[in-house]
């Protein structure tokens, strides 16, 4: 009898060896950093994805811009109807979105829209031709702001471009000397430049939530601190 009992336990500790061992090969791995947001990075592809919790309260302080003339009955736009995406930054209604050139009161025909569906009026604009960003007032209240991305540590974890599913993308370097934007000749600007991967317009993450900047439309980084600057 003592025997047969040994070779049971054997058995079953065998069979949750396996068990164990089938679910870490199955089981993504999670790496946690000083924000304290786990990021899961997935064993075929060696790729990083954010927290669906990062995500979830990102896409709280994001604004979606749709022509109004593209809207279907009452809740719904045909696929060419977003302009863009902004991120909130006041409670008292303030967003900025990145937009190449602006006619005045263009946004009159434009719906902005939160994660919940609400729709806003948009009352006040101001753009920034230098930029290449446009500060948006919305009539309304509860708005969630957007944090930002401490700069100096921006290249020490992977980033993100916010859009319907969060691709991480890439930072080339070095930066290249921007001859587009207004400034001294002795003084030349610097930006730095995103890889291919990153679509135009869209909000770069960091892997906590927090914006680092928006894609432009020669793969530049407008950085977020530019807007910090102006606020």
Excluded: C
Aim: no cysteine; aromatic share 10%; net charge negative.
């Amino acid at each position: 009898m003592p025997t047969i009992f040994l070779l049971l336990a054997i058995s079953v500790l065998a069979s949750v060896a396996t068990a164990m061992g089938v679910a870490v090969w199955l089981t993504p791995s999670i790496v946690f950093h000083e924000g304290g947001y786990g990021i899961v990075r997935e064993r075929d592809s060696g790729g990083a994805v954010v927290d669906p919790a990062v995500q979830s309260q990102a896409n709280q302080r994001i604004i979606h811009l749709y022509q109004k003339k593209q809207k279907l009955g009452d809740a719904w736009y045909i696929a060419d109807a977003l302009i863009g995406r902004g991120a909130m930054l006041s409670l008292d209604g303030w967003a900025v979105v990145p937009r190449e050139t602006y006619t005045p009161n263009e946004e009159k025909n434009w719906d902005a829209v939160d994660h919940r569906g609400t729709v806003y009026t948009i009352d006040r604009s101001v753009y920034d031709p230098i930029g290449k960003l446009l500060y948006l007032r919305l009539e309304g209240e509860g708005f969630v702001i957007m944090p930002f991305a401490e700069w100096e540590s921006v290249a020490e974890r992977p980033m993100f471009a916010a859009n319907d599913d969060w691709q991480e993308v890439t930072l080339e370097h070095p930066a290249r000397v921007d001859d587009r934007r207004e400034h001294p000749l002795w003084q030349p600007v610097y930006v730095s430049e995103l890889g291919a991967d990153a679509p135009t317009g869209s909000l770069i993450m960091n892997s906590d939530g927090q914006l680092i900047g928006f894609a432009g439309s020669e793969r530049e980084l407008i950085p977020a601190w530019l807007i910090g600057n102006q606020l």
